[in-house]
């Protein structure tokens, strides 16, 4: 995870492949529908810790 000069948290598509063990591919398609919120920065795709977060949590819900 990373941070910006304003303390906000990002994490990169790569964190995210790692954290969760979904493929490339995977992560490109949640990005593209809107499920993983995303910020370009130059040529980096960031995805918000808040976007994550809210994502990880709803796949907790649906398991209950």
């Known amino acids: 995870m990373n941070k910006d000069e ?7 598509r790569e964190d995210i492949w790692r ?10 398609r949640l990005l593209a529908a ?6 370009k920065v ?5 995805i918000p ?6 994502w990880i949590a709803s796949l907790n819900q649906n398991a209950s």
Do not use: I, P
Request: glycine share 12%.
């Open 6 to 12: 304003k303390g906000r948290r990002f994490y990169r």
């Open 19 to 28: 954290e969760t063990g979904l493929s490339r591919a995977t992560v490109d």
């Open 34 to 39: 809107g499920t993983l919120k995303k910020v």
């Open 42 to 46: 130059g040529s980096n795709t960031l």
């Open 49 to 54: 810790a808040e976007s994550y977060e809210q």
